[in-house]
């Protein structure tokens, strides 16, 4: 049976992939962010996920605005990285598992979750940084089933949308024969506007008690509509829906075991988080 | 109605329609050769692409809030920046008539 471990949120700004490829960890602007995966480093040494369920945002690589689905499910055998046009290297490839994506494909749509399905699919620098960050230097000792979620062109899934594909996601990974130790990413985020007159926006607040939230009591997080996401997260915080999805899918007790946050990396406010997810049967036979 | 944000457009379908060709050129940067070409000749290129006069004139002034009026979206206006080796730092300083410098700074205080 599959198991779910737990789930990792983090920030995934493109200049963190210049940093990293100029190894900036020690530099004063980069290491308080950096030092914020030490703990995720040894987590995932102890946790050895197998796979990762991926909930990211597509920023112009692999989607343009001719057709832009809301949900995209992989269900590819290898996701490659390619040239987004501003300056970061481009990242290795990343091996797919297309027998857990066509799993999650088929439960999705039978939960009456519309998504497009991507047998081919190019991932960009909000799969291949959390990559990068979680497995620095490293051959990627995973594979990811990578979901994208439209944050880029309104109208957007609301927040309870996406908490509950994330809930159909983590339903489909409980039911599944195949012996796996699955790891939800959610990524992006949190406060942060790039455009306008209002760019450079950042809420420490509202991403405080997001964090507070998001961890046992995510329905609260519902309550708030994209506008007003928008309005308190900036209109590039909205990526918040991909952290929305990814404690969806933590169907067991979960407990928060990591967080850092750190303002700012670029325009934005850098968090990273580690929710630990323990199946609710497990603890009953513990 | 809900209340307009201010200084922030939202991306919504009249963004969408309006600023088509300018975001499709902008997608088209995800190509060196395409960023070269650009570069190369920008007259011939942005023809190529059927950007409104609005659009070519907001190209042509390097301002990124013309762009955002003139329809582009902020992921597809940034790949354009980059061709002239601007980041996000560096639009959201033009944006706000602040320099750089103070931009960061700006960002830093929030962090405290």
């Not at chain 1, 605005?65 to 990343?94: H, M, Q």
């Not at chain 1, 908490?163 to 796996?180: C, F, M, S």
């Not at chain 1, 404690?247 to 750190?262: F, M, P, W």
Request: proline share 4%; net charge negative.
């Amino acid at each position: 049976m599959a198991a779910i471990i737990g789930g990792i949120a983090t920030t995934h700004v493109p200049s963190i992939g210049k940093a990293i490829a100029e190894r900036k960890y020690q530099n004063p602007y980069w290491s308080p962010f950096f030092k914020g995966f030490d703990y995720v480093h040894d987590w995932l040494a102890r946790e050895k996920p197998d796979v990762a369920v991926i909930f990211y945002n597509d920023h112009g690589l692999n989607f343009f605005l001719d057709k832009l689905p809301t949900f995209a499910v992989g269900a590819a055998k290898l996701y490659r990285n390619e040239d987004e046009g501003w300056g970061i290297p481009v990242a290795s490839s990343i091996a797919g598992d297309p027998d857990l994506s066509w799993h999650l494909i088929n439960a999705l749509v039978a939960d009456e979750f519309d998504i497009t399905i991507c047998q081919e699919m190019l991932v960009d620098h909000a799969v291949t940084i959390p990559m990068a960050l979680m497995w620095p230097g490293e051959k990627w000792p995973i594979r990811i089933v990578p979901v994208s979620i439209n944050t880029v062109q309104h109208p957007l899934p609301s927040l309870k949308r996406c908490l509950n594909l994330g809930r159909a996601v983590g339903r489909a990974i409980d039911a599944y024969t195949g012996n796996l130790r699955v790891m939800i990413v959610g990524t992006g985020g949190l406060s942060h506007q790039l455009d306008g007159t209002r760019a450079g926006f950042i809420n420490t607040k509202f991403d405080q008690f997001c964090m507070d939230k998001i961890v046992n009591e995510p329905d609260v997080l519902s309550r708030f509509s994209i506008h007003d996401l928008v309005e308190e997260a900036g209109a590039q915080g909205v990526e918040f829906l991909n952290w929305m999805a990814m404690r969806g899918a933590l169907t067991g007790r979960v407990t928060e075991v990591h967080r850092n946050y750190h303002v700012p990396i670029s325009n934005t406010a850098a968090a990273t988080m580690v929710l630990e997810n323990r199946a609710l049967a497990q603890r009953e036979a513990a | 109605m809900q209340q307009d944000i201010p200084g922030t457009t939202m991306f919504d379908g009249a963004q969408a329609q309006k600023g088509f060709a300018l975001n499709r050129m902008c997608f088209s940067f995800n190509n060196a050769e395409n960023r070269a070409a650009f570069l190369r000749d920008e007259d011939a290129y942005c023809r190529n692409f059927g950007l409104t006069d609005e659009q070519r004139a907001a190209v042509k002034s390097r301002s990124v809030l013309r762009m955002i009026e003139a329809g582009g979206n902020i992921y597809y206006l940034a790949k354009l920046a980059g061709i002239f080796g601007l980041n996000v730092q560096d639009i959201g300083a033009q944006q706000t008539h602040m320099t750089v410098e103070n931009f960061k700074a700006k960002l830093a205080a929030a962090g405290r």
